[in-house]
């Protein structure tokens, strides 16, 4: 079983940056096996793939949106996956979640086995 929790959320103007963090827990080593992405949903939208990272670190893929303005990384221990944002726009206002999935990343949200709470991002102009 893997748990997923959130952090770093918060409200930004339009230009700033944030940092969320995806804290891994398992009962063996199952999160370093795991490849991890980061969903958003903003209120009455579909739910949006931001980006994934491979299980290793070395492979990441972001959505159009977000490409050159986010950036998805993991720590050593592959424990937690981080997602720096930078040049914030009001319309990433959504709630942030993050997913993890055995083997191979996906950007498609039914793939993902297991997913975090989500924490909320409010970007104002």
């Known amino acids: 079983q893997v748990q997923l929790a959130e952090s770093g959320g918060g409200a930004v103007q339009a230009g700033g940056s944030l940092r969320l963090s995806c804290a891994c827990a398992s009962s063996g080593r199952t999160c370093s096996n795991t490849a991890v992405a980061w969903f958003r949903q903003a209120p009455g939208k579909e739910r949006e793939f931001v980006a994934t990272?491979?299980?290793?670190?070395?492979?990441?893929f972001y959505a159009d949106s977000v490409k050159g303005r986010f950036t998805i990384s993991r720590d050593g221990a592959k424990d937690t996956v981080f997602l720096q944002m930078n040049s914030l726009k009001p319309e990433d206002t959504a709630v942030y979640s993050c997913a993890a999935k055995l083997r191979a990343t996906s950007s498609v949200a039914a793939d993902y086995e297991y997913w975090g709470q989500g924490t909320q991002v409010t970007v104002s102009s």
């Open positions: 990272v491979s299980w290793s670190g070395t492979i990441t």
